[in-house]
Structures are given as structure tokens and as C-alpha cells.
């Protein structure tokens, strides 16, 4: 059971990324997904929530309208759109499996790099 | 939405056990036996230490035990180690929400 990000970089403020979360040694579609990050030195900051069919998807405040979360689950991928950048968005980011019974992040990836900054 | 309060720091000798403790509201941890606890090594992932206020996964050590009374979550960590040492993070289920609340997180110190 593993998760893999990727797509992180250094982009200038009002710029863009995407972010992308491979899945893999489990049946991806049947999960919920969470994008979870944390900028240098500080605690972990939810980013956002979509249900294993794509259907229901939540953003948080801080992000809502610039970023879109997406997936394709017959690639067992997940995705965060990040449009209109900004140096408060620099930080890892983390992909993280949901359990609805639980309301738990019980798998999280390694992570991957996001710097804005001119 | 206010994040769950946790103390910034604790610490403990090796052997030791110590406790850290996640206050909510009525709305989150007071409401739900949905209390989570994570565990961040430094410059690594988090990973999930507990769930549903007491669970342990598959593989997390029996040191490691949670318990909730009201608004208030804990984490108790027993005979203190050095590879103890980490950051960590308590979430809970809050009514109505999608998302998990995030506690600041508390940073354990094996003296």
C-alpha cells in the first residue's frame, strides 16, 4: 500500500502547479482522498477532501477558488490543481488515504515540494 | 474553523511516560469517539499512531494508548525512547464536515 506524489516545484507568486498522487496496492477507487500540507516549521494544515467516485469534494478556506481537487481512478491518481500562487502556499504537500469509518489518514505519502517565491 | 488545542511541547527522560492532551468543543471531540493521533519523525510523513480515541494499526507499538474524557482527547506515550521523539498531531471528526480538524501539534522532547 503505497502513495506517491509528484509535481512539486519552485514557481513565481501567481503562478501554477499541479500536483499528482499515484496510489498503488490497494483499490484506489473505494477511497476518499485527502491533500493535507505544512509549510516550513509549522503544523499540518487540511487542504482538501474528494469521495472515491469524484463526486463530493470539499476545499478548505484558504484555498477555495484557487485550488480544484480532482482524480482519475482508472489511473489510480489523484490530483490538486493550484492556480494563483502565492508565498503563503509554499510548503510540502501530502497526499493522504481517507477511511469514512474511522475518519482517519491511515496512509500518507511521502510528500513533494511546493516553493512560491519571485 | 478553530484547530484543536494541544500543547506546544513535552518532555520526558527515556523510561518515562508522558501525556498529551487535544481540547475541542461539543462540535468535534466532545461528540465523537472519532479522535485521531499522528506521529511526525523529523523530515519524514506523518503517520497514523491511533484512531477512533484508542485504535492501534497494525504494527503501532502497544506504548503508544489514547483515551478521551469530555472535550479532551489524550495521547500517552510509555517508556519513553529516543525514536519517540517527533512531532505529533490529534484530528477529529467535527459535525457537518468533509474534512478533519488538525490540532496545532506538540513537540515531544526525549531528554
Known amino acids: 500500500v503505497q502513495l506517491v506524489e509528484s509535481g512539486g516545484d519552485l514557481v513565481k507568486p501567481g503562478g501554477s502547479l499541479r500536483l499528482s498522487c499515484t496510489a498503488s496496492?490497494?483499490?484506489?477507487?473505494?477511497?476518499?482522498m485527502n491533500w493535507v500540507r505544512q509549510a516550513p516549521g509549522k503544523g499540518l494544515e487540511w487542504v482538501s477532501f474528494?469521495?472515491?467516485?469524484?463526486?463530493?469534494?470539499d476545499i478548505a478556506d484558504p484555498v477555495k477558488g484557487r485550488f480544484t481537487v480532482s482524480r482519475d481512478n482508472a489511473k489510480n491518481s489523484l490530483f490538486l490543481q493550484m492556480n494563483t500562487l502565492t508565498v503563503d502556499d509554499t510548503a510540502i504537500y501530502y497526499c493522504?488515504?481517507?477511511?469514512?469509518?474511522?475518519?482517519?489518514?491511515?496512509?500518507w505519502g511521502q510528500g513533494t515540494m511546493v516553493t512560491v517565491s519571485s | 474553523q478553530s484547530a484543536l488545542t494541544q500543547p506546544a511541547s513535552v518532555s520526558g527522560s527515556p523510561g518515562q511516560s508522558i501525556t498529551i492532551s487535544c481540547t475541542g468543543t461539543t462540535n468535534d471531540v466532545g461528540s465523537y469517539d472519532l479522535v485521531s493521533w499522528y506521529q511526525q519523525q523529523p523530515g519524514k510523513a506523518p503517520r497514523l499512531l491511533i484512531y477512533?480515541?484508542?485504535e492501534r494499526p497494525a504494527g503501532v507499538s502497544h506504548r503508544f494508548s489514547g483515551s478521551k474524557s469530555a472535550n479532551t482527547a489524550s495521547l500517552t506515550i510509555s517508556g519513553l525512547q529516543s525514536d519517540d521523539e517527533a512531532h505529533y498531531y490529534c484530528t477529529s471528526y467535527t459535525t457537518g464536515k468533509n474534512f478533519v480538524l488538525f490540532g496545532g501539534g506538540t513537540r515531544l522532547t526525549v531528554l
Open positions: 477512533e480515541v484508542s
Open positions: 493522504a488515504r481517507f477511511d469514512v469509518e474511522t475518519v482517519a489518514l491511515d496512509i
Open positions: 496496492g490497494f483499490l484506489f477507487e473505494t477511497y476518499s
Open positions: 474528494i469521495t472515491g467516485s469524484g463526486g463530493s469534494v
